[in-house]
Structure formats: C-alpha cells, structure tokens
C-alpha cells in the first residue's frame, strides 16, 4: 500500500543522505571527480507516448559508442520497482496529491542515483520522465547546480495522433503495467494517463525559458528548436539528434569479398578480391535484388576490395572514412611477424585492443572518431547497403546492437566474410538477422586474447 511505500522510499533516502554526509576520507572519490570533468544532466520533456525513451536509447547509444559515458534513469523503471507494476491511471491524477508526492521522491532518488554514478566516473545522465511542468524541471536546474552538474532538455513533441497510437500499440501496451489487462483496456487506460498530463503540461519555449539549454524535436526528427546551446557535450548531442527519424528503414552491413591477403593471413594493404572473393560480389548483387528495397544507396570504401565487391551496383557512394584501420608499418606482415618486430605493441593489443595504436597507424578509439560523421549519415539516409572492412564493421555493428561494454567487447565483434547483416531499426532497439551467402573462404576472426 502506500504507507508501505512512503516507509521504503524515506529508508532509501536517508541511507543516499547518510552517504553524502560521510566524511571525504571514507568515501571513494573517482580522478575524473577530482579532475572536475564536466558532467551533464539530460533531463527528458514531453507527454507520454511522445517517443522520449526511443530519443533516450538512441541518445545513450551513441554517447557510450563515442566513449562518453553515459547511462539511462527511466523514471517509470523507479515506479515499478517502489510501487509496483500495477500503476492505473488514477496513479498519475493531478489531484492524486500522495501519489504526486511520491512520483517527485521517485524523481528525487533516480538524481541521487545518478550523482553518485557520476561521482564514480559517469559522464552524462539521462533521466528518462515527463519532467513536464515547470517547476519538476526548476527543481533538477537546482539539484544539478549543488553538484555542480550542467543541465539540458530535450524536449519531444509529436503532433500526429497517428504516430502516438503507433507508440500505444508498440511500446506501451507491452509493459508490465498492463501485463493483466486485455489491449482495450490498456490502450483506454494509457490514453486517459496522457489527458492527466496534459492538464499541468507546460512546454519549453524560447520566450518563456530563455534561461534555459535545450532542444525541442517535433515529431521525431521533422523539425526543431535549439535554445542557448553550451558547452561541448551539447554540441555532440544535437549534432546526433538532428539526424535522427523515425521512417521505416533498413541497413545492410557486409564486408567485402575474400581478397589476397585474406587468404595469406597478412593485415592491411589494397589487396585484389580472389576468386571466391568475386563470385561474392555477385551472390550479395543477387541477394540484394531479392529484398528488393527501393530507393538503396550503397557505400563501400576508397579501397580495392570494397570497389571490387560492389562492381555490380549503380550508384555506388565510395567513402575513404569506411577505409579499414590502418596498421601503419605493420601493413603486409602477419600477426607472428608483427609478435617478433614488435612484441610490446603485440602484447599490448592482447591487453587493451581498443585503445592500441599499431605503429604510426590506428587504434579502434581512433577508428570510431573516423567512423562517427558516416555514422550520424547512417541515422539520417533510409536505405541503404555498406560494405567495408572488419573493423569498420564491428564498429558500426557495436553501436547498432547497442554492446555494453565497448571497449572490452567492440574489438572482438564477430563479423564473418561473405555474410550479410541486415539491420532493421525499431522502437524498442535493432532487429539484426545474418543472411551467410557464401561461396567458401578463409576466417579472419582472432578470439580474444589474440592480438
């Protein structure tokens, strides 16, 4: 019941109050706390079913992908764990004062949350609510200011009835909350939850708030408004979310034929496709014409391989970004070459393969900074079909399957020659099936603990 409630959301502050009380000596303080790394607060606007947590995922994906840290505080993931899945309309009632009271500790205690996960080296907090009145949004300006932690709003607004059914339908319909429920009274329920908000909503406006940083997306991606924007994270975050729609779409990851150094086991070089190598060129053209998907772009790399891979194509887009990562004065020998000429660099890769740069040549950390403008293009086109190299595609691979821990993980992707991966992306994450075309080649793959 509710005083069950209240009992367990006073415990869980009082203990985050003990905590910040501590002396400095007994608490674990992170170097990027005390180097005073700038840190931001996201805090989420809008109704429900306006698209805010598909904004927050994808948000979040690519900020961890681009290696600032970054974590989601879903305020209905608090709800459902302090009061229980079954939270009717009459929960989110403007009148419902106990219930209000509780919606703001929840709110409350998601920041304490992500304070502390900042204190621990986080960088960037999403906090994942309506935070549609004025005064919920004056009270985490004044949290973040007494820790120090910018604050900026992005807003989603979606004017179309049609699309906010959509939502219902894919998304919220499906929650734990109406677990019990037959769709109709879901669907009936959720919409008199969104009448609710709408009697205290209070949209973020230019004139009204010029105080404030945010950005205001209309209808997922077809138009904007940008507020005093500050500072670098800023920057990154808009330069992401102007690209991003929400069109029905698929994208087509391969690598290219088999080539000659492929089957010599040598890294790097321009070499030419082999013979098993072209006949892939033509079984991914005949692939492709199958799924018949209109309007296809097709990117490839400035090197031979790709070129050679896509011959069969019109309008083909070559791209030196998608080029394969660069190992420098390690190009044409073979990893036992590279162990014998450079053993630290070998070893080195063994431990941290993200962030080791061969000789005068690329890490994957370097990789990903070359990679991100094709990957913001790739939020923005519809359309389309990649074909690159192994590291450019585990990095694009990564962000798409949302890895969480890309720095262990990101070098180690799976990506088989003469496969094709078709990504199609959805309201709830990505749908990736693998589509192996042969004919027969060699595997690059090297398992981890290999350089």
């Not at 690519?62 to 459902?80: A, D, P, S, T």
Request: aromatic fraction near 10%.
């Amino acid at each position: 019941g509710t005083r069950e409630v209240e009992l367990t959301l006073t415990t869980k502050m009082a203990s985050l109050n003990e905590s910040a009380e501590m002396p400095v000596s007994a608490r674990s303080i992170s170097p990027m706390h005390i180097l005073k790394e700038p840190r931001l607060c996201v805090a989420m606007v809008g109704l429900p079913a306006r698209g805010k947590s598909y904004i927050a995922k994808k948000l979040a994906y690519y900020l961890n992908w681009v290696q600032l840290r970054c974590k989601i505080f879903n305020l209905g993931e608090y709800r459902r764990k302090f009061v229980g899945n079954a939270a009717a309309a009459e929960f989110f009632h403007p009148d419902n004062d106990k219930a209000r009271q509780i919606r703001r500790e929840l709110a409350m205690i998601a920041m304490d949350d992500m304070f502390a996960w900042m204190d621990g080296g986080g960088m960037i907090g999403i906090i994942d609510a309506t935070n549609s009145t004025t005064q919920r949004r004056q009270e985490i300006i004044e949290r973040c200011q007494e820790r120090g932690v910018d604050t900026f709003f992005v807003e989603s607004v979606c004017n179309s009835d049609e699309q906010v059914f959509k939502n219902i339908m894919q998304v919220k319909v499906r929650l734990v909350d109406y677990k019990e429920m037959k769709i109709e009274e879901a669907i009936a329920d959720f919409k008199e939850r969104i009448d609710y908000y709408k009697t205290r909503y209070v949209a973020l406006h230019p004139d009204k708030d010029p105080q404030l940083s945010f950005i205001t997306v209309y209808d997922v991606g077809r138009h904007f408004s940008i507020n005093r924007l500050d500072g670098y994270f800023q920057m990154r975050i808009v330069r992401y979310l102007v690209n991003l729609h929400l069109k029905p779409r698929v994208i087509y990851l391969s690598r290219h034929g088999e080539s000659e150094y492929n089957i010599r086991q040598l890294v790097g070089g321009d070499s030419p496709l082999t013979p098993s190598g072209e006949l892939y060129a033509l079984s991914l053209r005949e692939f492709m014409s199958r799924e018949n998907v209109p309007n296809l772009e097709v990117w490839c790399s400035s090197m031979i391989r790709t070129i050679q891979t896509v011959r069969h194509f019109s309008n083909v887009q070559s791209w030196k970004a998608l080029d394969e990562l660069s190992v420098g004065e390690c190009d044409g020998m073979t990893y036992e070459e590279i162990k014998v000429k450079y053993p630290d660099i070998a070893l080195a890769r063994e431990r941290d393969k993200y962030h080791t740069r061969y000789p005068r040549g690329e890490s994957y950390a370097d990789l990903v900074e070359r990679l991100e403008p094709r990957l913001l293009e790739l939020e923005r086109v519809e359309n389309v079909l990649v074909v690159c190299h192994q590291a450019v595609a585990r990095c694009l691979l990564a962000y798409f399957q949302n890895v969480d821990d890309v720095e262990a993980a990101l070098p180690y992707v799976e990506v088989p020659l003469h496969t094709v991966i078709k990504i199609t992306p959805l309201p709830t994450g990505c749908s990736i099936e693998t589509f192996p075309l042969g004919p027969h080649c060699v595997s690059t793959h090297r398992p981890k603990g290999t350089p």
